[in-house]
């Protein structure tokens, strides 16, 4: 398993980072038989698996719940599991708590929270107790409500500015890497030079020094609306809605189960059961 101090020398040798979110057993093991590099179990797991309509409904438990599954099926990937909304902003000691609770429940290698200003704190906190943690900037969905949507950040200069200094503030808190959402590919080129530790973008342009993408969006699972800067690597949706409405129709005509799928009982025992 790859290990914070590898991903800061990928960085270094130009050796890009490959990441996407995963949720349960098949979903990491899938990323971890394609040789992805970090499995993140964001909280978007209540969005594209737990029809939630945002991260914010997002709990520990369920973190929790889909984190334990995605190590099981990931045993040899460096998994990251996100804070839900809510359990980073309390006191730092029961923050504390929440991320050791994620850590010794999932196994998991880094925890992943959203945003800078008092998060800076956290991020030092968490990692003095030596809980490695990725740093997230730009577009926070846990913020969707105060920021008024899903939005690309970092467009004005200013904006800009304050975010390159909250990156280098996340990487002298102690980030073992920081998370870039939906920001100007310009901006993602000056934040990654400016910092040692790794940038891994989603929306960010091709200028970061990983790339994460959500599981079920890239390979169209589920997922209604895709945005822009998502790739579509496979179909899985499509096939499944053939497979399932073949199967409704097969089950209606008597066309399944065919003989194959039978079990025979052998033709002595019948006559016993007949008489
Ligand atoms: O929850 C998530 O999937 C994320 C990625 C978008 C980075 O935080
Ligand atoms: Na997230």
Redesign the pocket.
Known sequence: MKSTSNFVDMKKNNEKIAMV?AYDHPSAKFAEQAGVDMI?V????GMVVLGYDS?VLVTMDDMIHHGKAARRGAPNTFLVV?MPFGTFHGSLNQTLANAVNIMQQTNAQAV?VEGADEVITVIQKLTSAGIPVVA?LGLL?QSAGVIGGYKVQGKTAAAAEKLIDDAKKCEEAGACAV?L?CIPHQLTEKVSAALTIPTIG?GAGVRADGQ?L?FHDMVKYGTHHIPKFVQEYANVGTSIADGITQYVQDVKNEEFPAEKHQFTMKEDQLQQLYG
């Open positions: 979110t993140l964001g909280d978007s797991v991260t996100d992943k997230h969905p998370v959402e989603i994460v959500v």
